[in-house]
């Protein structure tokens, strides 16, 4: 297969059909922008839970190195530089960071660009449900996956934590500044939570909740289901403990912000991204958000803050240029 048409997948074209799928899709609104989309994704589980557990032990064993502190005590570090306990990591799902290499099936890698069509018609909704959100959306990583066995968990914390400290008259700025662009998180529901082991039919599992304590809500895994919640403090969460049974996920998130090598951040173009997972530009959500804003059925009242329907100024050299050229193209048509 040609493994460059897999990294470089955009999005869906965005026609009538989709515009109708979006407008059609069943939306909760749980609290302070969490937001869920039922019965979204068709997953084939047998396929997709045999392929995780089979590459999952490998890329988790890949994710870390290990070294032995002052004390003599050993500790693993992540891919992103973080160091924890041998305890603390025995806690923490695997990650299967790459889905999508030269190495992974073809039905697969179908599975997987299904998923993020799936995604990004949703995004469009949730653009829709919170418009001024559209021009915080510059570009996105694509997903990868969470496999929790009985024991693991993910502790409350917000997905655009820095990390960063000032004390003692010294700033500790983190080098890689990745979290702090991250506007929205979206979570694709792979397997199904269950409220007691009576339940478990070995698709399924007991615990493992998505909880916001700050907003006082919590989202029961769904198969199928995709929420999108934002990044910051309000919305801190955590996943609680998963009892019996296995739970998939799959998670990415959408970013803003120009690309900056120096901060570890470091956005492709569509094109040249050679990594299922690493950043790159989305250049069509506004057009795309735009159709559907403009389609026969859209309800346009009350819509003032809608940036689709403000007419705002192109920002940059190039969008003063464009402004410039309208301005002189009215005088002309006007004299
Ligand atoms: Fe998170």
Redesign the pocket.
Known sequence: MNIFHAYSHAAPTIGADEILEIENLKVTHIGGGVVRFSNVVNIDFPRVSQWIDENGKTSHEQRWTYGIDEIGERYAINEDGNKFSIEHQNEVPVRVLAPVTENTDEDMITIFKSWEDSIYKCLIRYIDEYPLIVNTLWWRSRGHILRYSPGHF?GV?N?NDSNYRATEGKRYVPKGQMQMRQVI?VMLYINDGVDSKEKLDGTNFVGGELYFPYLGIESVPHRGDIVIFPTNYIAS?GVKTVTDGIRYAYLEFYSQGNSDESVCINVAELDDCEDWCRPHWMDTIYDDYHKYCASGNYDKSGQSYNPAFQNRPLEGDEGHRQSLKLAQEKLLSQQ
Do not use: S, T
Request: hydrophobic share 40%; no cysteine.
């Open positions: 993910l914390h997905d998180a969460h």
